[in-house]
């Protein structure tokens, strides 16, 4: 797979086959094309908890909000919620505080790592922090900054020409998951 063909398949998914159990050795992976990620100021600040067992899942669910265009749906049900999850934590032992391009950059590697693995993943940005940090039971030293929700792909993904400027994903009556793309020669500016 090329990185345009990951480019293609990475896309936000947030359904998925949750008994499909990813083994720690992939989730590691995942995680090292964290670490291999370029980082401000090269100091490397994040840190990765992994949770891939069904009791911690479960306290992790609860503080994440899902598909806020999706208004009449409240995100994965039983049976459809990810197998693993990948908290970016800001380790405040190091720097109080991280270029937010940081998480943005290590969250993508995470995901066409875990695409080219065949998994889906969803990077979430809506989680109410306090309550999870309360969850995972983390000392004072960490900060929780996003989470990404990982599984074996239970939806189907495409992504569509922008029509009237209409960005908002949206499903269709069959579930199919449909995002819009602005085209190219809308977002390239040529200078002569």
């Known amino acids: 797979m090329n990185v345009r063909e990951a480019l293609l398949r990475n896309r936000s998914c947030r359904r998925f086959y949750q008994d499909y159990i990813i083994p720690e050795n992939d989730l590691l992976t995942i995680a090292d094309a964290a670490r291999l990620s370029p980082s401000g100021r090269n100091i490397q600040a994040l840190k990765f908890l992994i949770s891939c067992r069904p009791e911690l899942n479960s306290r992790i669910f609860p503080t994440l909000a899902w598909a806020g265009y999706l208004t009449d749906w409240a995100g994965p049900e039983e049976g459809e919620r990810p197998s693993a999850y990948i908290i970016q934590l800001l380790d405040k032992s190091i720097t109080p505080n991280i270029m937010s391009e940081d998480c943005g950059i290590t969250a993508q590697s995470m995901l066409l790592q875990a695409t080219e693995l065949g998994y889906g993943g969803c990077i979430i940005a809506a989680v109410r922090r306090k309550e999870l940090h309360a969850a995972l039971e983390l000392d004072d030293r960490y900060t929780v900054m996003n989470v990404i929700a990982l599984g074996k792909p239970k939806e189907t ?36």
């Open 157 to 192: 993904v495409v992504i569509e020409d922008m029509k009237d400027g209409e960005y908002r994903y949206w499903r269709d009556a069959d579930g199919t998951h449909h995002v819009p793309k602005r085209n190219l020669d809308e977002l390239v500016i040529l200078k002569n």
